[in-house]
């Protein structure tokens, strides 16, 4: 049977903990002893409805993207989402920025899902880049991102076609000029600033805010079919989370 620490290993030798960003908190989170894992939820974020379903489902384990821990801390009380955890002996394994550089990663899923052909990763591993079948319109291509992650958008005025799109699932906007320098006509990522879009828009490059969600959740797919692959003797499931922003 399985262990809390083989799954970790198994993580960390195609998205490296090490490699993670200064600011983040990735790893094990929450740990309950280095026991057998049967069941375990992927899930994006750790909300009051996947604590729900993790308790309610007897899952020992949760693997989530963003960090059930993070930022400061202060005080743990009976709401803390770790500290639920913790009461409920449910070890949480979180892999955020480290997922987001792998090479298999956040970047790599949202590219494969706007098929996009000759995939490079950008020279700091922070956005990747590629290319579409056919130049397409400014347009036609935010309806074509639109569908193939069934995304409500934003984006900027842009003339020019698109032929090469950089990629960055979450929050990547300032990533734009980034992408522009390395030829990219667009950059599809999750959130987008007022400023961005006017400095993407002075730049010449199409900025299209897809929604945090939806650019990182079919990452979270991919990755409970990794370790489903991986650990026949545990249950995997991708939790039942929703995005949280609705839109009229």
């Not at 998205?15 to 309950?32: H, M, R, T, Y």
């Not at 949202?110 to 922070?126: E, F, G, I, P, T």
């Amino acid at each position: 049977m399985s262990r809390l620490s083989e799954i970790y290993d198994y993580i960390d030798s195609f998205a490296p903990f090490s490699l993670q960003l200064e600011w983040d908190n990735s790893g094990i989170l929450v740990n309950c002893g280095n026991c057998v894992i049967s069941k375990a939820l992927v899930t994006l974020d750790i909300t009051a409805e996947v604590l729900n379903e993790a308790i309610d489902g007897k899952y020992d384990l949760i693997v989530s993207h963003h960090p059930v821990i993070f930022g400061s801390l202060s005080a743990l009380t009976e709401k803390t989402p770790a500290a639920i955890c913790f009461k409920n002996g449910i070890s949480v394994i979180s892999a955020h920025t480290n997922y987001d550089l792998s090479p298999i990663g956040v970047n790599k899923v949202l590219a494969q899902k706007l098929n996009l052909h000759n995939v490079v990763s950008s020279d700091d591993s922070c956005f990747m880049i590629g290319e579409l079948d056919k130049p397409m319109a400014s347009d036609m291509f935010s309806e074509y991102v639109s569908k193939c992650l069934s995304a409500h958008l934003r984006y900027n005025d842009c003339t020019k076609e698109i032929k090469t799109v950089a990629v960055c699932g979450g929050a990547g906007s300032d990533f734009a000029s980034d992408a522009k320098k390395a030829g990219a006509d667009a950059l599809v990522t999750g959130d987008g600033k007022y400023h961005e879009f006017l400095d993407a828009t002075d730049e010449e490059i199409l900025l299209v805010s897809a929604g945090h969600y939806e650019t990182e959740f079919p990452a979270v797919v991919s990755l409970c079919k990794l370790l489903e692959d991986k650990f026949k003797d545990i249950q995997f499931k991708v939790a039942e989370q929703k995005t949280p922003i609705k839109n009229i």
